[in-house]
C-alpha cells in the first residue's frame, strides 16, 4: 500500500507547492479574497511556517536512523556515506555555486541551467532514497519529505515567475518536476535496482547527499526563518521531537524484530513443586 500512496503523496505535495508558487489566488481565493499580490504574501507565510516542519522532520530522521543505519553495516557503507557529503558538498560550492535545496530565504537572482540542475538533483535524491531506504510510514523522512515537496516546488516556482517561462510553459515545467521525485522512488524499487550487488553503498551514498542537505543548507536557513519568525520555533522543536522519537522507535523495534528473545524477555527455569 505505502508503494502507492507515498509517491502520490509526493506528487500531490509537488503539485500543491507549485501551484501555490506559481498561481497562490488558485489555492487561497477559499480563504482569502485579496488581490493576488496579497495572495502571494499570503502563500510565502504559509511556507515560511512550513519550511522549518519539514527541516525538524529530516534533522530528526538523519541524527536517530540515517546516519546509524548508514555507517552500521560495513568501512564501505561509511565510505560511500562520506563519499555522498563530498560529492554534495562538491556540487554545491563548486559546479552549482548555490545550496543543493535552493528553496525559501534564497537569493534568487542568477537563476538559470544551473539553479535547475541543483534543484533536479535534490528532487531525485529525495524520490530515490526514501525508495531504498523503504521506512515505516509514520517516519521523520515521509513526514518531512511530503511537506518538504511543498517548500520545494513552491520555490522553484517561485523563480521561474521571474524567467521566460509562462502559462503553457510554466504548467508543462511544473508537471515535469513534481514527476521527478516520484519516479526516482519508483525507479529505486523496482527488482533490477534492489538486485545490484552493491545497493547498500548505493543507501549510504544517498544517505551521505541528504545529511548534508539538511545539515548544510536546511537548517541554516531553517534558523534565518526562525529568527524572522520566533513563533515557528515552536513547531520546529515540536517536529523534531516527533522525528527523532519515531525513529529511535522504530530501530527499537527493528532490533526486537531481528532478536526475538529481547522482545519476549528473558526466561527462567521454573522449579516443581
Given at each position: ?6 509517491p502520490l503523496g ?12 506559481a ?7 477559499m ?5 493576488e ?9 504559509i ?6 516542519l519539514?527541516?525538524a522532520?529530516?534533522?530528526g530522521?538523519?541524527?536517530?536512523t540515517l546516519?546509524?543505519d ?17 560529492v554534495m558538498?562538491?556540487?554545491s560550492?563548486?559546479v552549482?555555486?548555490?545550496?543543493p535545496?535552493c ?5 534568487h ?6 539553479s535547475?540542475?541543483?534543484m533536479?538533483?535534490?528532487?531525485l535524491?529525495?524520490g530515490?532514497l ?24 513552491f520555490?522553484i516556482a517561485?523563480v521561474l515567475k ?5 502559462g ?12 521527478i521525485s ?5 525507479v529505486?524499487?523496482s527488482p533490477?535496482v ?5 545497493s ?18 536546511l537548517?541554516?536557513h531553517?534558523?534565518g526563518?526562525i529568527r ?9 522543536v ?6 527523532i522519537s519515531l ?8 532490533h ?14 521454573v522449579?516443581?513443586p
Open positions: 500500500m505505502l508503494g502507492v500512496v507515498l509526493l506528487l500531490i505535495s509537488g503539485a500543491v507547492g507549485f501551484l501555490l508558487g498561481k497562490p489566488a488558485l489555492l487561497l481565493r480563504f482569502h479574497n485579496g488581490a499580490q496579497n495572495g502571494s504574501r499570503d502563500a510565502q507565510d511556507v515560511d511556517y512550513l519550511y522549518p519539514a527541516v522532520f529530516f534533522a530522521f538523519v541524527f536517530s546516519v546509524p548508514a555507517l552500521s553495516h560495513s568501512k564501505g557503507s561509511f565510505a560511500a556515506f562520506v563519499g555522498g557529503i563530498a558538498a562538491i556540487l560550492k563548486l552549482f555555486k548555490r545550496d535545496c528553496e525559501t530565504g534564497h537569493d537572482r542568477g537563476f538559470g541551467a544551473m535547475l540542475a541543483a533536479a538533483v535534490c528532487s535524491n529525495d530515490f526514501i525508495g531504498l531506504l523503504a521506512p515505516p510510514w509514520f517516519s521523520g523522512l515521509n513526514l518531512g519529505m511530503l511537506v518538504h515537496k511543498i517548500s520545494s516546488s520555490a517561485q521571474q524567467t521566460r517561462f509562462r503553457m510553459g510554466l504548467a508543462l515545467f511544473g508537471a515535469a518536476y513534481t514527476l516520484p519516479a526516482a522512488y519508483l529505486a524499487k533490477w534492489r538486485a545490484l550487488p552493491d547498500e553503498l548505493l543507501l549510504a551514498f544517498s544517505a551521505g547527499l541528504l545529511a548534508y542537505v539538511t545539515l548544510a543548507s537548517v541554516p531553517a534558523r526563518i524572522r519568525r520566533p513563533r515557528t520555533a515552536y513547531g520546529f515540536f517536529a523534531f521531537l516527533i522525528s525513529g529511535f522507535w522504530h530501530t527499537a523495534l527493528h526486537s524484530m531481528e532478536r526475538p528473545e529481547a522482545a519476549v524477555g528473558p526466561s527462567f527455569p522449579s516443581a
